[in-house]
């Protein structure tokens, strides 16, 4: 997920990072013994005082993800809600606190270091280079659990940043398998692949080439920037060299521009996004009906009318607290996330120790958590995405959050003998 990250931005967030890390030496000694008890004997740390568990968010609701962090966050805030209402954990009720950041890597890196010292660990941060960013941070002094909003291959092996579900790369490249299984891609043939600079989108292409590789195609690359709007030129670049398909890293809006553009030049070849590259929003625009007949997106769940009754339950629940607000995936990944953290602090609950360390132990102990979503997550290994699985679904405005299954969640053969970072 990108906005804003050109050369000059990140090294401006790195910049800051490393200003505020050298500022940031409080001390964490005071938690490593037996920490502070509370009634029942159960240890505590950053994140609890009083009788409050207070978790982080940092978000996006003003920049290029401002639809997705808004659903994320709401879905979020619908979780908190309604575990205080069943009693909280161990006790103690959950409070939600929310950065908006505007997709900006100094606003990140500046949100981050003002919540770490308060809260218990995050249950959103949206954004793969802003996460990256902060990672030496939380496998160093700071230690707390992070389940990001954000696929990138490069968060992988820490035991506290957990990506749930496919990364990046295994999602493009069961992306890729879709094309070629269903949409008559061969061997020989060239894919175009238009992708955001930085983590998103690198990552991204690495499956991609992976895949190619694997199966005899060629890539034909088109690196964009998450303010290039317009995709005139890489469709005319594409269609120049023959692709037989699309696969496309980016943001909602470059997805509706490539797909529309493509269309009103007659360039009807198949067109496959990663999870962020579609809002339903778009459905009501210029580009809806192209994005309805030719635009698929690789999912690392069901979409959030997906036919379970967990899904059904939910839209009920978001639909009831905001009434006025859309149905999309975003919903479903800030639930996802926020179920998790919160089956962590219950295990944790039960061992007695809702410390940091204590935390990260408990989910690092759930090895098959499914929020009726279609997807089973393993969380045991840090080295490994929890899941290798991708839904590939398609807009349509005539269902639920305006996407349709079109290829149950599975992972190709390719995606599960491949391993990140080789």
């Not at 069943?86 to 959950?94: Q, R, S």
């Not at 996802?336 to 007695?352: H, P, R």
Request: proline share 4%; charged share 20%.
């Amino acid at each position: 997920m990108t906005t804003r990250y050109a050369a000059r931005a990140a090294a401006g967030a790195l910049a800051a990072l490393l200003v505020l890390a050298g500022c940031s030496s409080k001390a964490k000694d005071s938690d490593d013994g037996d920490g502070d008890k509370a009634a029942g004997g159960v240890r505590t740390g950053e994140g609890i005082s009083g009788k409050t568990i207070t978790l982080g968010a940092l978000t996006d609701m003003t920049g290029v993800y401002a639809t997705l962090g808004k659903s994320v966050t709401q879905a979020q805030q619908l979780y908190v809600k309604q575990l205080n209402a069943a009693g909280g954990v161990c006790g103690y009720k959950v409070a939600l606190s929310v950065r908006d950041h505007g997709y900006d890597p100094q606003k990140a890196v500046f949100g981050y270091t003002e919540l770490e010292p308060k809260v218990l660990g995050f249950a959103q941060f949206i954004g793969s280079p802003f996460v990256a960013a902060v990672k030496q941070r939380i496998d160093g002094q700071d230690k707390a659990l992070v389940l990001p909003q954000a696929w990138s291959a490069a968060l992988l092996g820490s035991p506290y940043i957990r990506v749930i579900g496919s990364t990046y790369d295994i999602e493009t490249i069961n992306a890729v398998d879709f094309l070629i299984k269903e949409k008559g891609v061969k061997k020989g043939d060239r894919i175009g692949h238009v992708y955001f600079e930085g983590d998103y989108g690198e990552s991204a292409l690495v499956g991609s080439r992976h895949i190619a590789k694997e199966a005899g195609l060629t890539v034909v690359e088109q690196k964009i920037k998450p303010t290039d709007n317009d995709m005139t030129a890489q469709v005319t670049a594409l269609k120049q060299a023959g692709v037989k398909a699309i696969v496309i890293s980016a943001g909602p809006r470059q997805a509706a521009s490539l797909v529309g553009v493509a269309a009103a030049s007659g360039f009807t070849v198949p067109v496959i996004g990663n999870n962020s590259a579609f809002a339903p929003q778009l459905l009501a625009t210029q580009a809806g009906p192209a994005l309805t007949k030719n635009y698929y997106v690789a999912s690392p769940s069901l979409p959030i009318g997906a036919d379970t009754p967990e899904a059904k339950k939910l839209v009920a629940d978001y639909g009831a607290a905001y009434p006025n607000d859309a149905l999309d995936n975003g919903i479903v990944a800030g639930w996802t996330a926020a179920s998790a953290f919160g089956e962590a602090l219950k295990k944790a609950c039960a061992n007695k120790d809702l410390t940091r360390e204590g935390v990260d132990k408990a989910l690092l102990s759930i090895d098959s958590y499914d929020v009726g979503f279609g997807v089973a997550q393993n969380f045991t290994d840090p080295k490994a995405p929890s899941s290798r699985e991708s839904v590939i679904l398609q807009p349509d405005k005539g269902v639920t959050g305006g996407m349709k299954v079109v290829r149950e969640a599975g992972a190709s053969e390719v995606a599960e003998a491949y391993t990140p970072g080789a």
